[in-house]
């Protein structure tokens, strides 16, 4: 059972800065491509950001050049580093992992921007 324990969620002022975490447990021999994706009231869950097991990122032209993703392979951890936070940028996070071809969800973490 592989499970995606996100964290780093919280209130934040316009203009400022979080940064999320999210930590894969279980049987894992290899973990491909991980993500971040979003979703806000009334709204699709859409991608925010996704990086390969070889480092190659992926971002929405909506973060680009404010949000950066990394990855930690020996622990199996995925970041986002979100700056000049908007208040648009508010909704639940939801942290994802490729592993064994499957496809697994974190919880959510939810993120506030206040204006």
């Known amino acids: 059972q592989v499970q995606l324990v996100e964290s780093g969620g919280g209130l934040v002022q316009a203009g400022g800065s979080l940064r999320l975490s999210c930590a894969a447990s279980?049987?894992?021999?290899?973990?491909?491509?991980m993500g971040w994706f979003r979703q806000a009231p009334g709204k699709q869950r859409e991608l925010v950001a996704i990086?390969?097991?070889?480092?190659?990122?992926n971002y929405a032209d909506s973060v680009k050049g404010r949000f950066t993703i990394a990855r930690d392979n020996a622990k199996n951890t995925v970041y986002l580093q979100m700056n000049s936070l908007k208040p648009e940028d508010t909704a639940a996070y939801y942290c994802?992992?490729?592993?064994?071809?499957?496809?697994?969800w974190g919880q959510g973490t939810q993120v506030t921007v206040s204006s």
């Open positions: 994802t992992a490729s592993i064994g071809g499957l496809d697994y």
């Open positions: 279980g049987r894992i021999f290899s973990t491909n491509a």
């Open positions: 990086i390969t097991s070889g480092g190659h990122t």
